[in-house]
């Protein structure tokens, strides 16, 4: 099983900048892709960003493209987004996922609990 935990989030203003981290493990934990998703009040979960676990190859949604930034730590077993110019549609509670490469979310086998970020003035 693995667990997966994000931090980071927080209440921000319009056009500041946050750092997101997901810490992942697990015994079996392995060479996972991961990912970060979002989920608006009554919207439905959207994806954001991926990389690869072998190739460290990225993709983003086109609403975040030139403001986040989607890496991975050097034990391969924590990843983080940076999010920055944020603007009033980012807040939403954001997801870790850990799985298959894609943007869907049936690509991915395992989830956090996910961390809040609001960015009000």
């Known amino acids: 099983q693995v667990q997966l935990v994000e931090s980071g989030g927080g209440l921000v203003q319009p056009g500041g900048s946050l750092r997101l981290s997901c810490a992942a493990s697990g015994r079996t934990f392995g060479s996972y892709n991961m990912g970060w998703f979002r989920q608006a009040p009554g919207k439905e979960r959207e994806f954001v960003a991926a990389?690869?676990?072998?190739?460290?190859?990225?993709a983003y949604a086109d609403s975040v493209k030139g403001r986040f930034t989607i890496s991975r730590g050097n034990a391969k077993n924590t990843a983080y987004l940076q999010m920055n110019s944020l603007k009033l549609e980012d807040t939403a509670v954001y997801y870790c996922?850990?799985?298959?490469?894609?943007?869907?979310?049936?690509?991915?086998?395992?989830w956090g609990q996910g961390t809040q970020v609001t960015v009000s003035s």
């Open positions: 996922a850990a799985g298959d490469w894609g943007t869907s979310l049936d690509s991915y086998d395992y």
């Open positions: 990389i690869t676990w072998f190739t460290g190859t990225t």
